[in-house]
């Protein structure tokens, strides 16, 4: 039996659907207390005046909590890692929800509140993502998502609502993109994009935010040197950098040369497909590389099969699965195969364009020797006469049964 609701945690941006939430939860939930909670994930200006804002709004307290570099160094890096990738999506919401959402638990736990409230709609990812790592790791506690039960139907009846409660706004009618925003990415849904038959406006002012399309992008290339420890990026262009530090100096670098835009329509994992514009360049580099790096240090046997664990811990991510059994399995894996994924790649960006421009390892197991169209002395290329013959032998013997058949 649920217990009465007299103290209740939100998942606090400031945004469209949070703002008008404090109001709503004190006509809902009557003398119940509403602690907001926003969670830095590299949000930046948007959490200007937010503690203004809430108080204002009817909550007790907000908490801001400065989760970035945990945000990267245990859900970015390891989705990295395994080169995780949801339909070339770069899981910038999926894997900053849970990164949130423990620290929701965390306080909610701490304040003895009844329940968790989240803004997230009802025909989005974010409610499950949110809702299984609550049930994850505070499996008592009741959740609330206005988004289910209230009457408003579209983020228009929001505006309205918030007009009608006085509740300041930092968009209008006109510019009401759904964006979420971090440092990993920043994504574009709604209004004209809704309609796959238009372009998006890369170019139209307020737009882009991480950086500028490939037409704006300079027309020299620029060259960037990653540096890899085990899978982790370390350093830019010789220079040591923390994990925050790194991926903010390549979203500059990034952004600047139109590196990192993705417009897809991705299938959601509440069954309806889904039109948006992501602006990723630090991941989509560190991805690149990676990716180069990769290409060196690891055998064939574990870069096909790590092939497959990418995939399946982009599911895992994507639909919200992140304090899962499979998902700590697949990661075990992943570190395992990262012990010599150490090294240097150059990229040069251009316009959009990320080319390979050198990659070293002092784990590489490429053999120039070897490889080379001369003879050598570790390939006796007789040796193929017999490795063809058995190789081939199953293709042999069904044409040879074949030709008997037809006879």
């Not at 039960?149 to 929001?158: A, C, Q």
């Not at 699965?321 to 570190?335: N, V, Y």
């Not at 590489?364 to 190789?391: C, H, K, P, R, W």
């Amino acid at each position: 039996m649920k217990k009465e609701i007299k103290k209740i945690v939100l998942a606090y941006s400031g945004g469209l659907d949070t703002s008008i939430i404090i109001p709503w939860l004190h006509e809902n939930y009557e003398g119940c207390e509403v602690i907001a909670v926003s969670g830095n994930v590299g949000q930046a200006g948007e959490l200007e005046g937010l503690e203004e804002k809430a108080l204002k709004t009817g909550a007790s307290k907000l908490y801001i909590e400065d989760l970035r570099k945990e945000y990267i160094e245990e859900y970015i890096w390891p989705c990295l890692k395994a080169d995780a990738k949801y339909e070339d999506y770069l899981l910038g919401t999926s894997h900053a929800r849970p990164c949130i959402a423990k620290r929701l638990v965390e306080i909610a736990l701490a304040e003895g509140a009844d329940a968790i409230c989240h803004g997230c709609t009802g025909k989005g990812n974010d409610q499950v993502r949110f809702e299984l790592t609550i049930k994850a790791l505070a499996p008592d506690m009741q959740i609330i998502a206005p988004w289910r039960v209230w009457d408003i139907k579209s983020r228009d009846e929001e505006i309205d609502y918030a007009e009608a409660h006085n509740i300041p706004l930092k968009i209008n009618r006109e510019t009401n993109y759904s964006k979420d925003k971090n440092l990993w990415h920043l994504s574009h849904e709604g209004m004209d994009l809704e309609n796959p038959a238009n372009e998006p406006q890369l170019n139209k002012k307020g737009f882009l935010e991480l950086g500028v399309s490939p037409e704006n992008a300079p027309d020299v290339p620029t060259y960037v040197t990653i540096h890899f420890e085990k899978g982790i990026p370390t350093a830019v262009d010789g220079e040591e950098l923390g994990s925050v530090e790194l991926v903010e100096k390549l979203n500059k670098i990034g952004g600047a040369n139109g590196i990192g835009i993705l417009d897809i329509v991705e299938n959601r994992l509440v069954g309806m497909k889904s039109r948006g514009v992501y602006e990723t360049p630090a991941g989509t580099i560190l991805y690149k590389a990676h990716d180069v790096l990769e290409t060196i240090t690891l055998d064939k046997e574990t870069m096909h099969f790590k092939t497959m664990v990418g995939q399946r811990l982009a599911e895992l991510v994507y639909n919200g699965q992140w304090f899962s059994p499979l998902r700590e399995a697949l990661c075990a894996f992943t570190d395992e195969a990262q012990k010599h994924v150490t090294g240097d790649v150059t990229l040069k960006l251009y316009k959009g364009n990320m080319i390979n421009a050198g990659v070293t390892s002092p784990y590489s197991l490429y053999s120039e020797q070897t490889a080379s169209f001369g003879v050598d002395e570790d390939y006796n290329q007789a040796d193929a006469d017999g490795f063809i013959n058995l190789f081939g032998l199953p293709i042999k013997m069904k044409a040879l049964a074949e030709k008997n058949w037809n006879k």
